[in-house]
């Protein structure tokens, strides 16, 4: 199903090319008036004489083997281009996974196991932090801990080599401002998930046959909990993906989104493309982790069959 | 017109039949004179200056928003120019009134691209049930895949920067997980024995899906627009802000936190704290507005 | 009440919230006894069961005295309360909501054992398997999932999990209740058979009077949080000592006779929180009651061997008994 999905993404990602006015070769071009040479190339690369379904399927077949074409600004392998700044993203997506998932399921496990002040005002917090874009939250973070604060660098200042320190401290703003937005929900599923656990009646077996407390905890409530908070975790993840390019943006950060971003400005078709299908099929990749993880979670559900 | 949404209302269970009636407006009308507590009061407040700067905005802007000014670029605050000049010279609070429009306009035309498709598609899935729901469905879930954003990028690159492409993009984005909670609702009500007595009278389908199935749907449907129009903005105001969405020198909230980035750098936030702030506030409003609204539609 | 007495609950009043869901309950068991507790929705029973097992809800307020061998269970804490949950066990009605889904069948079985008494996981799963084989369940299936196996099945895994840590005193809440009647068959003779082999008390717990009379030596009646009547289950029918008994037995349609209308008890049954404080809960609706019953409450007080908690039960004596043409 999910790769089903795939196809139709990658589908609708060669189509676009085939949607703008004008005709392929000027949008390839991106409005550039191309010398002959390099009309021919494109023509060879793309199969431009070939029937639609046939060019999709060598555009495919190229992308599957690494091939995502050529960047019509830069004049430089496609792929080549995201490798350099694939880590970049990779890293802030996985700090931010990391921040959510130490203070958003964190929170929502204290404010689930522990009803009272401290679960009311988590609940607060984070649904005000829920309403804050990440670019809205990446120039208040600037302002306030870089600018006033001065405990963060306004701009990466670590080139590659730098020290592994150098890079945690110029990622955090970044990642804080990512992963803000989506600690409200998975805060709140964990706390639902934990009261809801806690009060069936399988805990209560447990509890009258003398389990010690903290073992009914462990072994029950957070074990069965841990099916949802694992799913909305799992789509919470996936759906940094994308925003990752607004928080490059913000930051200059040198990664995937970001120059995604700019590849759109510059109206490089072929590079929108190509990071296009990159990031979708890390989307595909995760929704698909999440699945897996939720049949392995629960006995009761076979494999392939949807978490959401 | 709000009595004939009673008797749409009265219909389920019951034999007789409505006189029609289209509920969604006075669906709204319901709502809007419901308890919606102090909090509620107090974002409905908001989203009603929102909507008043987006109409009015341009007229009421003491200033040009548009028109550089570069001897007061970053100028703090002064007499009559509340929140000080931007980075061109241009006053803060004129441009947020003027920008107001895009910053609405755009959520409001996903919303009713995404719903309206949403819905279409719910009802013809719920109503043939089988094989085509099943294709509907999977179409769906096929469609998931794609980020809002993503898809917007792409449009944007293919069809040049600006809101339309931006906001049709979004809408068929929005449009599987619409049809998705939408759908359930069609399901509950066309197994409703209203829906037999009308066929039964020999009411065409498709009077029956849009004159009741719909309207009988109304308080989901406003709820579920209602927290979409907050994604949809928030999605919209980051395309601005990446320069995909609204072409400065153009008036948008996004736009203006972009273009004013760099002030907080170097010491003069304002601009783009402020702007952010109308984002934020407008945002938060309406997510709780619509939370105050599933809630309601859930207790049914 | 002697010393003998393996349970003994004592004026347990119990309050939630602001109601009271149980206002009076005086009953004892005694080693290797059953006694059957009946009763209709809202009378108490459940709670009455988890306030001896110690597991009230949050919030919940507990008078009165419980003695387990003689110790009042309330003082019972750490150690002490997890010794008292080995000796004392309960399965409940809904097996399939009460065992843990993601577990397996096996963990399930012998985790009180492996926690609470440290015994290997070789050893315990071995003793789980001898006792499903007890209650005639196949050892394999230690290693399946409850969504695997029938209700009928997880209602003997509970049964067979309940006894893994010997108990003394068995409080069933509803064993059978969510079966078909076949297999509630089949689950009350294995109880029966397991009682005799393992010296088991038992409180049996449910809403018909006659499955308790017939599976139990004795058997206490509850109305609106409190016991009316407790008597030996032979002379339930024949010569009980509350109206409210009497309804009960009246009302069950019998399969011998065709009659124009079912014996209903007029009104419905009320709960702990609606019963009045100072007056007979049951007068409303007793065919029985006099202009006293709705002045003051009545005590319940022995009578011929058994308990009853209604002000004419002297005078009602061997009136109240079900005769064929009642």
């Not at chain 1, 002959?36 to 190339?41: K, L, P, Q």
């Not at chain 2, 339309?164 to 359930?184: E, H, Q």
């Not at chain 3, 315990?124 to 394999?140: N, T």
């Not at chain 3, 061997?305 to 079900?322: F, K, N, Q």
């Amino acid at each position: 199903m999910l790769i089903g999905s795939l196809l139709v993404a990658s589908f609708v990602i060669f189509g676009a090319l085939y949607l703008a006015p004008g005709s392929v070769l000027a949008t390839l071009s991106g409005g550039r008036a191309l010398p002959a040479a390099s009309v021919a190339v494109l023509n060879q690369r793309y199969h431009l004489n070939a029937p639609f379904f046939a060019q999709y399927w060598y555009w495919l077949d190229n992308a599957v083997h690494g091939d995502l074409g050529i960047s019509i600004t830069l004049r430089e392998n496609v792929s080549t281009l995201i490798g350099n700044r694939i880590w970049t993203t990779a890293g802030l997506v996985l700090y931010a996974s990391l921040i959510i998932f130490v203070l958003g399921i964190g929170l929502g496990v204290l404010a689930g196991l522990r009803p009272g002040k401290l679960d009311t005002s988590a609940l607060v917090t984070t649904a005000v932090t829920a309403a804050v874009p990440a670019f809205v939250a990446a120039i208040v973070l600037l302002l306030v801990f870089s600018v006033k604060l001065g405990w963060f660098p306004a701009l990466a200042t670590g080139t590659s080599g730098a020290s592994f320190l150098t890079e945690v401290k110029d990622f955090t703003l970044p990642a804080v401002a990512l992963a803000l937005s989506s600690l409200a929900i998975v805060a709140r599923v964990t706390r639902a998930a934990i009261r809801e656990e806690a009060d069936r009646e399988h805990v209560q077996t447990a509890v009258s046959r003398g389990i010690p407390h903290r073992q009914v905890i462990q072994r029950h409530t957070l074990r069965n909990a841990a099916i949802p908070i694992t799913t909305v975790f799992a789509i919470t993840v996936a759906s940094l993906i994308a925003v990752s390019a607004v928080v490059e943006t913000a930051f200059s950060l040198n990664g995937v989104g970001a120059y995604l971003v700019q590849a759109a400005q510059s109206k490089d078709i072929a590079v929108v493309q190509g990071i296009s299908l990159v990031l979708v099929t890390a989307f595909v990749v995760v929704n698909l982790l999440a699945d897996l993880m939720y049949a392995v979670l629960d006995p009761r559900v076979k494999l392939g069959a949807k978490a959401s | 017109m709000s009595r004939l949404v009673f008797a749409n209302r009265k219909t389920r269970g019951d034999l007789s039949v409505a006189r029609g009636g289209l509920g969604v407006a006075s669906g709204k009308r319901r709502f809007a004179g419901g308890k919606l507590g102090v909090a509620g009061t107090i974002c409905a407040v908001v989203v009603g200056l929102a909507v008043l700067a987006a109409v009015a905005g341009p007229f009421i802007a003491p200033y040009s928003p548009t028109l550089p000014n570069l001897q007061l670029a970053w100028v703090g605050p002064v007499s009559g120019h509340l929140l000080g000049f931007d980075f061109e010279g241009r006053d803060v609070l004129s441009r947020l009134l003027a920008g107001a429009q895009t910053a609405m306009l755009g959520p409001l035309v996903v919303v009713v691209l995404a719903m309206a498709g949403g819905a279409l598609f719910a009802v013809v899935a719920a109503w043939r049930r089988g094989a085509t729901d099943a294709v509907i469905s999977s179409g769906m879930d096929v469609l998931f895949a794609f980020p809002g954003i993503l898809l917007a990028v792409l449009a944007t690159t293919v069809f040049g920067a600006g809101l339309t492409a931006a906001a049709v993009a979004l809408a068929i984005a929005y449009l599987p997980y619409v049809a998705r909670v939408l759908r359930s609702g069609a399901l509950k009500e066309r197994n409703q024995t209203y829906v037999q007595a009308l066929e039964v009278q020999g009411v065409s389908v498709p009077r029956i899906c849009f004159g009741h199935i719909l309207p009988n749907m109304s308080g989901i449907i406003v709820a579920q627009a209602t927290v979409l129009f907050g994604y949809a903005m928030v999605d919209l105001a980051a395309i601005s802000f990446l320069g995909l969405g609204v072409q400065p020198p153009a008036a948008n909230w996004g736009v203006m936190i972009s273009e004013n980035e760099p002030g907080i750098l170097q010491g003069y936030p304002l601009p783009a704290l402020a702007a952010g702030l109308c984002v934020v506030a407008v945002v938060i409003a309406v997510n709780v507005l619509g939370e105050r609204l599933l809630e309601r539609e859930g207790q049914r | 009440m002697t010393a003998t007495n393996l349970l003994e609950v004592t004026g347990l009043r119990v309050t939630l919230g602001a109601g009271t869901v149980l206002r009076g309950v005086d009953f004892a068991i005694r080693p290797g006894e059953a006694l059957g507790l009946v009763g209709e929705s809202g009378s108490g029973k459940s709670m009455t069961a988890r306030a001896i097992g110690r597991i009230l809800p949050r919030g919940a307020q507990a008078d009165g005295i419980i003695t387990f061998d003689g110790a009042d269970i309330g003082k019972l804490d750490g150690k002490g309360l997890r010794r008292y949950r080995g000796q004392v066990a309960m399965i409940f009605q809904d097996p399939r909501a009460h065992i843990n889904p993601v577990r397996r069948v096996g963990d399930f079985m012998t985790e009180a054992l492996r926690t609470n008494e440290g015994v290997p996981k070789a050893e315990a799963y071995a003793q789980a398997a001898d006792m499903l084989g007890q209650v005639g369940l196949e050892s394999k299936n230690l290693d399946k999932y409850p969504h695997q196996l029938s209700g009928g099945m997880l209602q003997r895994v509970m049964i067979a999990a309940a006894l893994l840590t010997r108990p003394r005193l068995l409080l069933a809440d509803e064993p059978t209740t969510a079966l078909d009647v076949t297999t509630q068959a089949e689950v009350m003779a294995i109880l029966a058979e397991l009682r005799s082999d393992f010296d088991l008390a038992l409180l049996f717990i449910t809403h018909d009077l006659e499955l308790a009379a017939a599976v139990c030596d004795r058997t206490a009646v509850m109305y609106a949080g409190q016991v009316v009547e407790v008597r030996d289950s032979a002379l339930l029918h024949t010569d009980p000592l509350h109206p409210y008994t009497s309804a009960l037995a009246a009302a069950r349609p019998d399969i011998g006779r065709a009659a124009a209308r079912l014996r209903a008890i007029p009104g419905r049954p009320l709960s702990g929180f609606e019963a009045p404080p100072d007056a007979c809960a049951f007068a409303a609706r007793c065919a029985h009651a006099a202009a006293g019953c709705f002045e003051t409450a009545p005590e319940l007080t022995g009578l011929d061997g058994g308990m009853s908690r209604c002000r004419r039960a002297v005078e009602l004596r061997g009136t109240l008994g079900v005769t064929a043409d009642a």
